[in-house]
């Protein structure tokens, strides 16, 4: 590729994803033009449109890329977006410089003080809560991250480059692009069988991204089997989180790694799988700068989450509503336990909107086992995204493997009504797929009608 200070001009196909659209404002930022296509409009695109990016809904914008000149323009693509897009083939035919997104965020850091976050849950809030920290205590960052964060409003943080934030994919093997300096390794569970074949594999290529990273600088959840700094809450590793208290909704614990100790911290993401974040965060920030280490901790007590991870879209006596991305049996596992821990005394009811086929098939039996913990379970459709159907993958297909007397298939439209009629309920909405859309539009109508 040739330097990136050699274009002015940036296409991302696909620009609407969260993870190209911090890239979008990266390079928008930095003075370049930007534009880019995504299938839908959505409050993110509506929202870069009015950065000043121009966004396309149809391939049939010929126009606007046939002006482009292949001399200046850089083309970014997801690897999410059809095999079948004719803006791909487009600049692919007519030898334009076009990459995946991982390896132009690749080329970004390489010379860079990086600081990654890995895992096959956790990246996204992990990482979120390492920017703001980071944010908080003043050093200039920049940072790209795979959520909205709720403190600023956006998944994208250009202060400066003293050092940058990113999230490590494993997703299509993304993460064997970049150059870290330190990073967490937060989970190696099964996912992305339909990349990766086998569980083993998918294991090998994260140890793979682990030897990128400098000898002492890498940290992992206990029990991985990695050679890294454990970390551990609750129990003996190099990095650990003990005395846990709830006070007032919130978690007060203390936090040592090596040398440093901090007491008393306050972190109000509930669920003990946001303390292992919290201190995931905590160690790369220490990692990076030590003499920071008591402003990092105090930072936690301000951390206001990311959108659809664990979101309270509303809260009352009566009805608690939460908006959650779990889409992963483990996932949905942590959200059961931090609303057993917060919510006890409510009942508990899921509305479940499975994501891909090939997810569904692969861990059919755990998804099984994960949702009947709820006192009532509700499936939607499952969320195709890039797949085809599967013959006999179906939502009805989930819904018989699970063992539970209170289990129902439902529509869209029906979740405005089973919250409408809850009682003394927790209802929590989740998946990767556009529950997140039905999620807003539901927090609207409950805060202008309740």
């Excluded at 790209?144 to 998944?155: E, R, V």
């Excluded at 989180?241 to 100790?261: A, L, T």
């Amino acid at each position: 590729m040739k330097d990136l200070k050699q274009f002015t001009h940036v296409f991302l196909i696909g620009i609407g994803g969260i993870g190209m659209s911090a890239l979008a404002r990266y390079f928008n930022q930095k003075g370049l033009t930007v534009s880019g296509y995504d299938r839908t409009e959505s409050e993110l695109t509506k929202t870069l449109s009015a950065e000043g990016i121009e966004v396309f809904y149809s391939e049939a914008s010929g126009t606007h890329i046939q002006n482009l000149s292949k001399e200046s323009t850089l083309v970014i693509y997801t690897p999410a977006i059809s095999k079948t897009s004719k803006f791909f083939d487009y600049f692919k035919t007519q030898d334009f410089e076009v990459y995946k997104r991982s390896v132009v965020l690749g080329i970004i850091t390489k010379h860079l003080p990086t600081l990654a976050v890995a895992g096959t849950h956790g990246k996204t809030t992990t990482s979120a809560i390492l920017v703001h920290i980071l944010k908080v205590a003043g050093v200039k960052l920049t940072a790209f991250c795979g959520g909205i964060l709720q403190n600023y409003k956006t998944n994208y943080i250009g202060d400066g480059e003293e050092v940058v934030v990113v999230e490590a994919d494993e997703f299509d093997r993304s993460f064997l692009q970049l150059h870290p300096t330190a990073a967490v390794i937060n989970s190696m569970d099964a996912d992305h069988l339909d990349i990766y074949e086998t569980s083993q594999k998918l294991v090998d290529t994260f140890k793979e991204f682990s030897r990128l990273v400098p000898k002492g600088h890498l940290y992992a959840k206990s029990g991985l089997d990695l050679d890294a700094y454990t970390l551990g809450i609750g129990e003996e590793a190099d990095v650990q989180v003990n005395h846990i208290s709830i006070e007032n909704g919130s978690y007060r614990f203390n936090f040592k790694q090596g040398e440093v100790h901090l007491t008393g911290l306050q972190f109000s993401l509930p669920g003990h799988h946001n303390l292992f974040n919290a201190a995931a965060a905590l160690a790369l920030a220490v990692d990076f700068k030590s003499e920071l280490a008591k402003e990092f901790g105090e930072a936690l007590t301000s951390f206001e989450g990311v959108q659809r991870r664990f979101n309270y879209i509303y809260k009352s006596d009566d009805l608690v509503v939460i908006d959650d991305y779990a889409h992963h049996p483990k996932e949905i596992d942590a959200v059961y336990q931090a609303i057993s821990e917060m919510h006890s005394e409510k009942k508990s009811v899921v509305i479940f909107q499975p994501h891909l086929f090939s997810r569904t098939q692969d861990f059919a039996e755990d998804f099984a086992k994960s949702l009947a913990q709820f006192d009532e379970v509700n499936l939607l459709d499952i969320y195709p995204a890039r797949e085809e159907p599967i013959e006999g993958v179906t939502s009805d297909f989930l819904l018989n493997l699970i063992q539970h007397p209170s289990k129902h298939l439902m529509i869209k439209t029906d979740i405005q009504h089973r919250i409408a009629s809850a009682k003394d309920e927790v209802i929590v909405l989740l998946g990767a797929g556009d529950i997140g859309v039905e999620a807003t539009k539901i927090s609207k109508h409950l805060h202008e009608t309740i």
